[in-house]
């Protein structure tokens, strides 16, 4: 029959599953076809708002720079392919999983990785947020009469994500292969069949907003030469979305199958063609079928109800448009893939935050907390900290792409950039370490590659900063230097800490003697039980100590201490003030000044309770005791538990406690100085 104590672990069962043996750990390793899923779900799905955010700044100009666009698409594409390349370099010289951030810290020194980890924390945080809320406008855009409901169901995605990754790499892997797969063959279909219906039938490609007019901001009206040039940046810069999570895999390569680093770089080949392919598709569909998409609804002229009703996604109007209305199964089909591919693709940032958080934990600038496993052999806590801040961003934002967008790509263009200078100096050093004429050619190969990811990827973090800064960017580079000092603090105290827990003779000196001290409130059994265990540790001195809070209650004990006749003298301290924890400490510390290298040994007896409503019932004294004699040097705090049956089995007998580590006190119900 299943207890108390079992029952409470149910909702954890039921989230988690059975808890993994650390022995298992290797069978949770992921061959490629889970990798990708996993590890490249966000950059693939940046497809479906990439371009959908390059659109979003030329139509504040109107229509007149949608020329413009083929070209950013192919600056992107090409960027893409160049991330990629150095990524692979990367994976194959550092495959224990630190990605940037162990690139940076073996490379540049301390001040660059911790500053590659804190891009990296805020970009994770910003790929959960903008993943889950783009993944939620899909469905609204599906089924408008959701909109209302925006924020709620962006929370709860995340919060479906966190429990899937609870459950453990392999299990969430099989889960989010389905979809990732269905979506590379939802957009593949859609590509294929809306340009053989531009290219072989007469029907063409007309989206639902084709007819509709845009009237330009007046700033943004007949620009040329640097204004156009910072605009069509700027448009540049939000395209570069397509390039998030590109660095997951290298962070995640532990977590590949042997041999890891090849499989690592092989999937971000896999990877980077795919999500380069169907950008360009999208793209090009987009405009072949005259898309227009507006940050604000009510700029198109035509969309009735702009006021209340959402526009659809870019890539939903796209789908409209090749596969017949948006009531084809077709569409229906793209629709519901894509917003499941979304919410998923946050899946990179619940693997590669807590595997970097448990990276940073190791190295002492992240709580210790983070290294830990948990049940299923996952970063647990991990998981749940990134759940928590990104919903938090949802709540803030209102779950809207737009304005998230603007936060986002800043962190990861910086480890991009710090990663791949990093790379350079790497390939430098080990061309410095051989002769073999083979070998020097292939690394001084891969510097090249690393040195042109370097450049390009310095050149957008410049152009991201400056046209985004604006737009709300300067929240990001507030947060990352706000992270860098918190990972300096925790590196420290854990520093100070560390130098202060050094053994030295003092640490092996004996103490001079031991005075125990057992607290009674009155005579009952947990107290002779704690002067028995007292006595029993054969200590130097022994004092059983009450504190006088009442004249009565006090004479009425010392009465019974004479009538059982125990061989320890009672030692009564005054209270004028019915204080019970000071008088306690003052004495503890008496004894320690008479004294410095006695030991005090202070006995506190306490109830052990099967229901959480007894300890409420029970005065919590002894548990302010032990917070403050705690805080005393040369003072030992013992408990001594005593068993009340509800602790046993509700028949008193010997089965498990039902709520076994429940702890009273030991005392009566009523308010009594230890209980």
């Known amino acids: 029959m299943p207890t108390l104590s079992d029952l409470g672990h149910l909702p954890k069962r039921l989230v988690l599953g059975r808890a993994v043996p650390s022995d298992r750990l290797g069978e949770s390793l992921l061959p490629k076809r889970y990798a990708l899923p996993i590890f490249a779900s966000d950059p693939l799905s940046s497809v479906a708002y990439a371009t959908q955010e390059i659109l979003i700044v030329l139509t504040l ?41 162990e690139v940076a810290m073996k490379n540049h020194g301390q001040f660059a990785a911790l500053v590659v980890a804190s891009a990296l924390l805020v970009d994770y945080v910003l790929t959960v947020a903008v993943s889950v809320s783009a993944g939620t406008d899909n469905i609204i855009s599906a089924f408008p009469s959701l909109n209302e409901h925006r924020v709620l169901i962006a929370v709860g995605l995340v919060a479906l994500l966190a429990a899937a990754n609870l459950r453990g ?26 340009l053989i219906r531009w290219f072989f039938t007469d029907e063409g490609l007309v989206s639902e907003t084709a007819g509709y007019t845009i009237t330009p901001e007046p700033e943004h009206t007949n620009m040329a030469g640097l204004a156009l040039l910072f605009f069509a940046l700027r448009a540049f810069a939000s395209g570069c979305t397509a390039l998030t999570g590109v660095e997951a895999i290298a962070n995640g390569v532990p977590a590949f199958k042997p041999p890891k680093s090849r499989n690592a770089a092989t999937t971000l080949a896999l990877m980077g063609g795919v999500a380069a392919t169907m950008f360009a598709g999208v793209t090009a569909l987009a405009l072949l079928s005259d898309v227009k998409y507006v940050e604000h609804p009510c700029d198109l002229e035509g969309f009735a109800n702009c ?27 793209v629709q519901a893939a894509t917003a499941l ?15 970097l958080g448990s990276v940073l934990a190791q190295d002492r600038f992240m709580p210790r907390q983070l290294h830990t496993r948990g049940d299923k052999l996952v970063f647990s806590n991990g998981i749940l900290l990134l759940a928590g801040f990104a919903s938090l961003l949802i709540i803030a ?27 350079v100096r790497h ?48 929240l990001v580079l507030v947060a990352m230097p ?23 003779s003092d640490a092996r000196m004996l103490p001079s003697k031991v005075h125990a001290v057992v607290l009674v409130s009155k005579v009952h059994k947990p107290t002779l039980r704690a002067l028995a265990f007292a006595r029993a540790t054969r200590p130097d001195a022994l004092t059983a100590l009450t504190v006088n809070v009442d004249e009565a209650d006090t004479r009425q004990l010392q009465a019974d201490w004479e009538k059982f006749d125990i061989p320890v003298p009672l030692t009564v301290v005054e209270s004028p003030y019915r204080e019970i924890t000071r008088p306690v400490v003052d004495f503890v510390k008496g004894i320690r000044r008479g004294s410095p290298r006695e030991l005090v040994v202070v006995f506190v007896p306490q109830y052990v309770v099967g229901h959480w409503w007894e300890n409420v019932l029970h005065n919590q004294s002894a548990l302010r005791l032990r917070a403050r004699l705690q805080f005393q040097p040369g003072v030992m705090i013992t408990t001594v538990p005593w068993q009340l049956e509800s602790s046993l089995g509700r028949d008193g007998g010997d089965g498990p406690a039902p709520g076994g580590l429940r702890r009273g006190l030991a005392d009566d119900a009523d308010v009594t100085p230890y209980g």
Do not use: C
């Open 307 to 333: 006021e209340t009703e959402p526009q659809r996604t870019v890539i939903a109007q796209v789908a409209a448009a090749v596969f017949g209305g948006d009531t084809s199964p077709g569409f229906f089909g």
């Open 427 to 474: 390939w430098k050093r080990e061309m410095r370490a051989t002769s073999d004429p083979v070998v020097r050619r292939s690394m001084r190969r891969s510097q090249i590659i690393n040195t042109v990811g370097g450049t390009l990827t310095t050149a957008v973090l410049a152009i991201i900063v400056v046209t985004k800064f604006t737009h709300g960017a300067w």
């Open 482 to 504: 706000i992270l860098f000092v918190l990972m300096k603090s925790i590196n420290r105290h854990y520093s100070h800490v560390s130098d202060q827990l050094v053994p030295d």
């Open 341 to 355: 591919v979304l919410i998923l693709a946050a899946n990179t940032a619940f693997n590669g935050f807590p595997l």
């Open 61 to 101: 100009a109107g229509t007149a720079v949608l020329y413009l666009a083929p070209w950013l698409a192919a600056g992107v594409v090409l960027l893409l392919a160049t991330v990629v390349l150095s990524y692979r370099q990367v994976v194959h010289a550092y495959p224990s999983g630190g990605g940037d951030y």
């Open 169 to 194: 790499l392999r299990e969430s892997g099989k889960a989010f292969a389905v979809p990732t797969y269905l979506f590379i063959a939802g957009i593949g279909i859609m590509i294929v069949t809306g």
């Open 397 to 423: 934002f209102e779950a809207d792409v737009s304005r998230l967008i603007q936060l986002y790509i800043i962190g990861v263009f910086t480890s991009f950039s710090i990663g791949q200078w990093g790379m």
